[in-house]
């Protein structure tokens, strides 16, 4: 009896609040399956950068585990997408030249590599390193608004990037905990990417969309007009912060917090009555502390109000304010807040709606909450991994198949995949031998 041989991507989302590590397929149809996911606490992570690489290493061994416990046959995972976010990431614009030697040869993908590839050669500052060139619009001796010329034919190719950077070491503290944690990282990738890739249509794309991941530590922008990204950003404030003045607020346990604001809390005091009161229990034997949900809302309120400025403000200096038909998509763990879609639009002025990673999952997953705002970026990486062609020995499987909890049947796939070695890849090998270097 002869099957389908299906690619397999893992993606891991190292947050702040938690470490998701989600693994996908695609069925016949070309929708995703998740077919496992496994889910810890993070522990040494802080605003999306990594504080301690012990506790990191072993919320991902955790989670890794999980993933691999929960289907029915020997599961190993070896090779990982990874996210990346933090303050210290940025962005710029930058425009590229190539001079062709014969203008009456087509313009190949091979000039188009050889001018990303030179983009990656741009000096950075001290510790900082390129993570992502996206091209935007190409320019073929001064016929301007080009978005693909191959096949074209001309002496002169131009290309306006959008270029994002960050910090060396936050890039390989990530890839020495994944190291530590015995995988190895196929590719990093910027987390609103990932997230929009998840959450967004096309047709939102080409007509002008703001993507708003509210995660735990870092609440991440990315502007997207005519289908190509034009503005990224990284704002060091997410739901943590959050937590933090509701506890300060009410003279509460952190725990206490975190759980009223899930479970009670709302980003519009006005919705919110001062009759309706919860109780906290005293520590150890005090007496209890009586919180009513308008004081608590209000709390939530004024800080996503500061958040949502600062959103606003990275939409203004992008200059696409006025271009946005799709409006703002909120998701990650904060989009789960009550009313948060109506403090956007008062705050903003532009249409919102809450984003869930639904858009390219197939109707037949059967894992309970995969369809939550904070999965959206374990989700967009697994995506990311099948568009880069990264599903090569992402997971190997010792039984025949692999059975997810709907019954269906996956494999790994044993093809040989061949993918365009990026700069990471080159550098992720340097900082292994940086790292065994020094001990």
Do not use: W
């Amino acid at each position: 009896m002869s099957s389908v041989k299906k690619k397999i991507v893992v993606g891991l989302d190292i947050g702040t609040t938690k470490i998701a590590c989600l693994v996908g397929t695609k069925n016949e149809h070309g929708k995703l399956e998740i077919i496992s996911m496994g889910q810890s606490d993070s522990l040494g992570v802080q605003r999306g950068i990594v504080a301690n690489i012990e506790k990191t290493v072993q919320s991902i061994k955790a989670a890794v585990q999980e993933a691999q416990d929960r289907v029915d046959a020997e599961l190993t995972i070896r090779v990982v997408n990874v996210g990346i976010a933090g303050q210290h990431i940025k962005s710029m614009q930058h425009r590229g030249i190539l001079t062709r030697s014969n203008g009456e040869i087509e313009i190949s993908l091979k000039d188009i590599d050889a001018l990303i590839d030179d983009m990656y050669k741009m000096v950075t500052p001290p510790g900082e390193q390129i993570i992502h060139v996206l091209p935007q619009e190409f320019i073929v001796d001064n016929e301007t608004n080009i978005v693909d010329p191959v096949g074209m034919m001309g002496v002169r190719l131009e290309a306006d990037f959008h270029i994002i950077t960050g910090q060396v070491n936050a890039a390989k503290h990530i890839a020495m905990c994944v190291e530590k944690s015995g995988l190895s990282v196929q590719d990093i990738i910027l987390e609103p990417i990932a997230s929009a890739e998840a959450v967004l249509n096309d047709e939102e794309k080409e007509a002008g969309v703001v993507l708003v991941d509210i995660g735990g530590g870092t609440t991440d922008v990315a502007i997207f007009h005519e289908g190509i990204i034009r503005h990224t950003a990284v704002i060091p404030f997410g739901g943590n912060v959050i937590t933090d003045d509701i506890k300060e607020g009410c003279v509460i346990m952190r725990n206490h917090a975190e759980k009223l604001k899930v479970k009670y809390g709302s980003a519009l005091a006005s919705e919110s009555l001062d009759s309706d009161v919860v109780v906290i229990p005293g520590v150890r034997g005090r007496d209890s502390k009586e919180i009513t949900l308008r004081n608590l809302a209000s709390i939530i309120q004024a800080r996503m109000e500061e958040i949502i400025e600062q959103v606003h403000y990275e939409i203004m200096n992008s200059g696409y304010e006025k271009r946005l038909i799709a409006g703002i998509v909120v998701t990650g763990g904060g989009a789960q807040l009550k009313h948060i879609t109506q403090l956007f639009e008062y705050v903003t002025g532009i249409g919102t709606r809450v984003g869930y990673p639904t858009e390219h999952l197939a109707s037949t997953n059967t894992i309970e909450s995969i369809s939550s705002p904070m999965y959206s970026t374990g989700i967009g990486l697994v995506m990311k991994g099948f568009e880069k062609d990264s599903a090569v020995s992402s997971v190997s499987v010792n039984t025949e198949s692999v059975k997810n909890q709907s019954g269906r049947q996956t494999k790994q796939s044993e093809e040989t995949g061949k993918r365009r070695e990026s700069l990471f890849d080159k550098f992720i090998t340097k900082g292994k031998e940086f790292f065994s270097e020094e001990e």
